[in-house]
Structure formats: structure tokens, C-alpha cells
């Protein structure tokens, strides 16, 4: 099993920045592939970005594409999602998930069945 725990998440005017962090613990001795995924108010919850275990590939929905960073430290088990240039639009409860899987695809990164183990969730407000 695997624990992810977010945190960072908050209040922010819009054109603000905001990092979100994700931090692992337990059964961390194999890597996973990790993805952030957000929840919108009402709305189903959908993909945002996806790093591969490596570190070698990320990818990002359109609407985050420029804006958004992933990262990931391996050494602290700990993923980040830095937002830059916020918007009203990216108010949203944000999830971090995390896939043992040893191919991570695009489709695949996007895809919620994937991964195997999420966290609770940290709120993002984007004023106006």
C-alpha cells in the first residue's frame, strides 16, 4: 500500500501562483508513476498532468499546457504541481494519484483507471 497526502492548496487571486505538493510514504520502494488530477466544483474529476517515474517524460491537459509545471523529487517521495498564471477556472479540489504501471502513455497518464492509490485531496480557490 501506498499513502499520498497533498498539501499547498489554498486561496489565490487570479495571474497568482500556488504549489502543490503530493508526498508519499509506505510501500515506496518500487517507483510509481505519478499524475494530478482535479475535481471542479459539480464537475467530474479530470486529468491535469502526469510524470513518469523517471522523470523522463511529463504530460498536461491543454487547458494547464504552459502554465502548469509537474515535478518530482524521488529522494523526499514527494511529486509538486506548480501553478503559475491562474485562473478562476483551475478552482478545484486537486488529487494526486500514483501508477505502478511500467508503461505510462500519454493515454495512459490521463486516464484515472491507471492508478492504483490517490490522496484525499487539497482545495484550490482562484479569486477573480
Known amino acids: 500500500q501506498v499513502q499520498l497526502v497533498e498539501s499547498g492548496g489554498g486561496l489565490v487571486q487570479a495571474g497568482g501562483s500556488l504549489r502543490l505538493s503530493c508526498t508519499a510514504s509506505?510501500?515506496?520502494?518500487?517507483?510509481?508513476?505519478m499524475g494530478w488530477f482535479r475535481q471542479p466544483p459539480g464537475k467530474e474529476r479530470e486529468f491535469v498532468a502526469g510524470?513518469?517515474?523517471?522523470?523522463?517524460?511529463?504530460y498536461y491537459a491543454v487547458a494547464v499546457r504552459g502554465r502548469f509545471t509537474i515535478s518530482r523529487d524521488s529522494a523526499k517521495n514527494t511529486v509538486y504541481l506548480q501553478m503559475n498564471g491562474t485562473k478562476p477556472e483551475d478552482t478545484a479540489d486537486y488529487y494526486c494519484?500514483?501508477?505502478?504501471?511500467?508503461?505510462?502513455?500519454?493515454?495512459?497518464?490521463?486516464?484515472?483507471?491507471?492508478?492504483?492509490?490517490w490522496g484525499q485531496g487539497t482545495r484550490v480557490t482562484v479569486s477573480s
Open positions: 494519484a500514483a501508477s505502478s504501471g511500467s508503461s505510462f502513455t500519454a493515454v495512459q497518464a490521463m486516464s484515472l483507471r491507471a492508478y492504483e492509490f
Open positions: 510524470i513518469r517515474w523517471s522523470g523522463t517524460s511529463s
Open positions: 509506505g510501500r515506496t520502494a518500487s517507483p510509481y508513476n
